[in-house]
């Protein structure tokens, strides 16, 4: 199954060159799109489910129709004639190559990368009965299926409990910022 | 070599589900639901309908049956206009984009148990994937609707539409919220995201808005599914109203409000362009109404526990399938039944009531199945 890592790959590589080159703000929305399409089948491929589906239900589904909202309410022809800034250009790709070739430096000195690319399921070293899981999933763990989502939650809600209730607090801040200052009139 | 083989061998089960549910019942039932949908609303109205389409040259009319082959190549052969003003490559991508995310979602649609054919050991299971994830990807798939709808109100570049396309998606993404938010007292009660095993637990003690089995002629049902009863009903009322507005049909169809925006994001759109809007429509309603009976009304398994998963023989396992279709054709009809009893709503009713009803009632429903689930342990 590695030919479909490569299309999604291929698939991912190309819309990101979209979202920079293009002039169009759409297009570069919509290539971003697609470029979160191929992360998510990315994922799918190495057996998270979950990641995979929440990042096209948070990114592609929902924040990127946002984005996309916003920048049909703008004036898309002043940002199609615009000329191409070459200093900013020059900076993005210095940083880029540098990102490579720290990347390049990382990966030649890491172990695992010797190993060819074959996605396997994730080797379970956990108990195979975990407390708090409904009987379904843990029926799952014993024939070395991944419950990824009933892991996911149970760590969350037991281990992470308070980061979690920390998040949460901050959404609502922001939420209620939000309002505050869209409503300039408070009465 | 031989990886490859068996790699083609495993793709053929899939193949096999995609064509025969996909191209030989779901499309088919997207044109005979227009059909229906003109049907019934004459019903309604007491006029005659479209009764006389029938086989061609002939007197024979069968009720009209041939109307949506006759429907389907007159989109075919009409001129298929493409306006001088608009954005092209977006003009054509958008027609798609509404389609392909309404079909993806049936891949995880459990539309039977099992089917034992002959000449097989195992018997055969009726889902295209069996996901673990299913009904978030569901949701995930669905979302991705609304792009469509916003990149044709946008490329068509003229105002209506625009107007159209903006309100569409703003209804899309407020209902999103309550639709899933009314989902999860089912996900806390069966503990699981699979379609199908929600199905199978729905069958073995009874459907979620009938959780009573037979024993003989003896009721068998527990105290503790009776008073769960309460929440899932008031989640099976969320669920349909909002996958009413999803689905922009009737009272909730404002984004194509003809009184106020023409035709609303489709008003630039010509023969099969438009078509594959209005089927997006129709196959997004149906595969919708699978999933409220998947989820709630016990997909395709028998009230009161009675038949079986199709594991042991054919017979149960061909009538589980039918009497998954049987409900989901109940529920299309339930759909035109509304769009054409109800009037329309204004926008800002659609959005006080997604915001201010909708979105609390579904948060109050969590607690208390989360409470109610607590107390009986």
Redesign the interface.
Known sequence: MEVLFYIFSAIMIVSGLGVVASRNPVTSAMCLVGSFLGLAALFIQLDAFFIGIIQILVYAGAVMVLFLFIIMLLDLKAEEKKSVNYMAFAGGLILALIFMVQLSAVLSNFEAGDVGFTPRQAQLTLDKDLAGLPESANEKLREDKLPDVHLVGRMIFTKYNFPLQVVGVLLLVSTVGVIILSKRKLS | MTELLT?LYSLIEPTIKIVVLVFMVILPMVAYSVYAERRFSALLQDRVGPNRVGIPFTKISLAGLGQPMADGLKFILKEDLTPGHVRKF?YWLAPALTMVPALLTCAVLPFGGHLKLPFFDEPFQMVIAD???GI??V???A??G??GI??AG?ASNSKYP?IGG?RS?SQM?SY?ISLGLSVIPILMIY????LG?IVQQQHEKGWALLPVTLDGFMPVFSFRDIVLLVPLLISFVIFVTSLFAETNRLPFDLPECETELVAGYHTEYSSMKFALFFLGEYAAMIIGSGFAVTLFLGGWSLPFGWGGNGEESLFWGLVAIGTFFAKVIGFILFFIWVRWSIPRFRYDQLMRLGWVFFFEIALFNILLTAGILMFFG
């Open positions: 790699i977006y996901l673990d994830v978030l990807f949701f995930a798939i979302s991705l609304v792009y916003v990149l946008w625009f903006v998606s993404i999103e503990g699981d995201l699979n095993s």
